[in-house]
């Protein structure tokens, strides 16, 4: 059973930093696109970053510029470094597989004035 838990997340002041990991287990991820989704308090969850196996990474408009997305095949992992962060940032993040439609716990971002 694949298996992805996030790390990173936290609490920063406005224009500060935070690379968000997430790490699976239980399966290879390698041939699959990944994603960071996030979720505000009484919003919908929305698409923050995608990242497929080959090709373009995708990112919301919102933080075009500012967060980029990564993975390493070798270590199961996909990575969201976010720059510059801004109070509407704040939200739960979470790593997703499209293809298996699996989610991790989510991590929470926090970016105070």
């Known amino acids: 059973q694949v298996q992805l838990v996030e790390s990173g997340g936290g609490s920063v002041q406005v224009g500060g930093s935070l690379r968000l990991s997430c790490a699976a287990s239980g399966s290879s991820l390698r041939l699959y696109r990944l994603g960071w989704y996030r979720q505000a308090p009484g919003k919908q969850r929305e698409l923050v970053a995608s990242?497929?196996?080959?090709?373009?990474?995708n990112f919301a408009d919102s933080v075009k510029g500012r967060f980029t997305i990564s993975r390493d095949n070798v270590k199961n992992m996909v990575y969201l470094q976010m720059n510059n962060l801004k109070a509407e940032d704040t939200a739960v993040y979470y790593c997703?597989?499209?293809?298996?439609?699996?989610w991790g716990q989510g991590t929470q971002v926090t970016v105070s004035a």
């Open positions: 997703y597989v499209p293809a298996l439609t699996l």
């Open positions: 990242i497929p196996v080959i090709g373009i990474t």
